[in-house]
């Protein structure tokens, strides 16, 4: 295993159309984590998974935002209807939950909205 | 306010000098810390983990956390300018948050 993969790493995709995102964390890491960031500013929390359980989604996304992590391991992250400040960086991470909870992060996918 | 605070910098240093990168949050319930490094363009790579007050050493870095002040820094030794980049704090609140990131130029 050689680290979180994140898949795709550019996206381009026109005002209104629907992207997914994939991220396959590192296989024995149960937490996974999603991020948005934009120029100049530290990652912006998402949403994040123990094992297949959605935790907690951040009261700032929007209902156009969805996430998934089926069986525990990969996880897409969807968003429809998309708009061009949805333009940005999305990040996915993953860490275990006990002992040393450092988290490692993927090479992140690019969306521009156009 | 903000869960986690940086100064957004520029800290600007000089090749050799002691870079100094600090860090506020506001959980008092925080049990993890991490210093991240990001280049530009690039994602963020892990840099340093503590756990418990006091310092810890990795190599020309120093992290210091101080759980009464609710405060994290980042000492780098020996300042190279290939460790310009932004430095990110980040706590573990039962969920990972990060500060915007101190953007670090280390000049010849």
């Known amino acids: 295993d050689t680290g979180v993969s994140q898949d795709p790493r550019h996206k381009i995709t026109k005002r209104g159309q629907n992207v997914t995102f994939r991220c396959d964390p590192i296989?024995?890491?149960?937490?996974l984590y999603w991020y948005r960031q934009t120029l100049g500013q530290g990652p912006e929390f998402l949403t994040y998974?123990?094992?297949?359980?959605?935790?907690?989604k951040s009261r700032l996304l929007s209902d156009r935002f969805s996430a998934e992590r089926p069986k525990g391991s990969f996880s897409t992250l969807e968003i429809q209807r998309t708009e061009q400040g949805d333009s940005a960086m999305y990040l996915c991470?993953?860490?275990?939950?006990?002992?040393?909870?450092?988290?490692?992060f993927g090479q992140g996918t690019r969306l521009t909205v156009v | 306010q903000k869960e986690v605070e940086q100064n957004s910098g520029p800290l600007s240093v000089p090749e050799g000098a002691i870079a100094s990168l600090n860090c506020t949050y506001s959980?008092?319930?925080?049990?993890?810390f991490f210093w991240y490094r990001q280049y530009s363009g690039k994602s963020p790579e892990l840099i340093m983990s503590?756990?418990?007050?006091g310092d810890k050493e990795d190599g020309r870095f120093t992290a210091q956390l101080n759980k009464a002040s609710q405060y994290v820094s980042l000492l780098i030794r020996d300042s190279q300018p290939s460790d310009s980049a932004t430095y990110l704090c980040?706590?573990?609140?039962?969920?990972?948050?990060f500060g915007a990131g101190t953007r670090l130029a280390v000049h010849p």
């Open positions: 503590i756990y418990s007050n």
């Open positions: 980040a706590v573990d609140t039962n969920k990972l948050i």
């Open positions: 296989s024995e890491h149960n937490r």
């Open positions: 991470a993953s860490s275990l939950v006990f002992g040393y909870t450092e988290a490692f």
């Open positions: 998974f123990q094992n297949e359980a959605q935790l907690e």
């Open positions: 959980d008092r319930g925080s049990q993890s």
